[in-house]
T-cell receptor, first 114, second 118 residues
Framework: SQKIEQNSEALNIQEGKTATLTCNYT??????LQWYRQDPGRGPVFLLL?????KEKRKERLKVTFDTTLKQSLFHITASQPADSATYLC?????????????FGQGTELSVKP | GAVVSQHPSWVICKSGTSVKIECRSL??????MFWYRQFPKQSLMLMAT?????????EQGVEKDKFLINHASLTLSTLTVTSAHPEDSSFYIC??????????????FGPGTRLLVL
């Protein structure tokens, strides 16, 4: 069956450390993988997109890797801050469906302590 | 600033009533709009895809007669939850695909509408 799995348990880290979140998927062949931030009671906010032929992408303190062999993406936040506390969602965008269906993971809640 | 708005942001209604949720594109024309539903601590589940001027395409398991979608213009899509029941209580979110060519990095979600059915 098709699945997208993110760390189900909340991730608690100390301010200044690097947070690493995992997204694993099975029986999908995504063209793109995206990461979103979602705050309680709010819609998702787009952070980064990485294509199937890209290994790594960076944006300020954020870094995403994409391993299509392992079917895994890692999302890193370096020098984390309490303001980074939120739920982070990964989403797969399927081949030949550009801009179309996004299949979401259940999200990982990150808490950064001062 | 926000490019997508939803109205209302939250609504409480009695069981059996119908609720209409609007999703507006503020800055561009959107040929395609997507409606998602999210239950607490769960992922966003795609309900349907609506294209301006045509019937919406519903995902498996989503009742089209219960969740009416109208994409009447390039800037407005509405989702009506008919005869709402407590199990319909959820967070409803729209997503837009701009009419003009946009890079895949361009993703627009609405702020969401919290529905509570008593």
């Amino acid at each position: 069956s098709q699945k997208i799995e993110q760390n189900s348990e909340a991730l608690n880290i100390q301010e200044g450390k690097t947070a690493t979140l995992t997204c694993n998927y099975t029986n999908y062949s995504p063209a793109y993988l995206q990461w979103y931030r979602q705050d309680p009671g709010r819609g998702p906010v787009f952070l980064l997109l990485i294509r199937e032929n890209e290994k790594e992408k960076r944006k300020e303190r954020l870094k995403v890797t994409f391993d299509t062999t392992l079917k895994q993406s890692l999302f890193h936040i370096t020098a984390s801050q309490p303001a980074d506390s939120a739920t982070y969602l990964c989403a797969l965008n399927m081949i030949y469906n550009q801009g179309g269906k996004l299949i979401f993971g259940q999200g990982t809640e990150l808490s950064v302590k001062p | 600033g926000a490019v997508v708005s939803q109205h209302p942001s939250w609504v409480i209604c009695k069981s059996g009533t119908s609720v209409k949720i609007e999703c507006r594109s503020l800055d561009f024309q959107a040929t395609t709009m997507f409606w998602y539903r999210q239950f607490p601590k769960q992922s966003l589940m795609l309900m349907a895809t609506s294209n301006e001027g045509s019937k919406a395409t519903y995902e498996q398991g989503v009742e089209k007669d219960k969740f009416l979608i109208n994409h009447a213009s390039l800037t407005l899509s509405t989702l009506t939850v008919t005869s709402a029941h407590p199990e319909d209580s959820s967070f409803y979110i729209c997503r837009l695909k701009p009419h003009a060519s946009a890079t895949q990095e361009t993703q627009y979600f609405g702020p969401g509408t919290r529905l509570l059915v008593l």
